[in-house]
């Protein structure tokens, strides 16, 4: 998403949100990765993480029928993660899995997919 009033002709850096958490990317944060989904949609490494724990590691899910995922644009039926700050933000198993992997293949960025802790 970009900030309410960026000029769509000369989109800075710090107009460009994560639609999960509202965060403007820094390019030049490695601990702030962030990847491009349909629409200017975007996801931040930080809601990566927290999507991934839960849906892949834990199988939760904050799916709601008719609502699609902000990424992918699609409704699915796998489990979705929904931002705990703004519940119009939701990300489906299918898109998690996949940033996951694209953001590890990035060289700019060292984010890794959080690990099973052990006896959890």
């Not at 990765?33 to 899910?61: D, F, M, T």
């Not at 029928?65 to 198993?93: I, K, N, Q, Y």
Request: hydrophobic share 30%; glycine share 4%.
């Amino acid at each position: 998403m970009f900030r309410p009033g960026t000029d769509e002709t000369n989109v800075q850096y710090e107009d460009v949100l994560c639609n999960f958490c509202r965060r403007s990317w820094d390019p030049d944060d490695p601990t702030r990765p962030l990847i491009e989904g349909h629409h200017g949609s975007h996801l931040c490494g930080e809601c990566l993480a927290l999507a991934y724990q839960a849906v892949v590691l834990e199988n939760k899910s904050d799916r709601v029928a008719g609502v699609a995922c902000t990424m992918c644009l699609e409704e699915r039926d796998d489990e979705c993660w929904r931002s705990p700050e703004f519940h119009d933000a939701v990300l489906c198993r299918r898109c998690v899995k996949q940033s996951a992997t694209a953001l590890e293949k990035d060289k700019d960025y060292q984010w890794t997919r959080p690990k099973q802790v052990e006896g959890a």
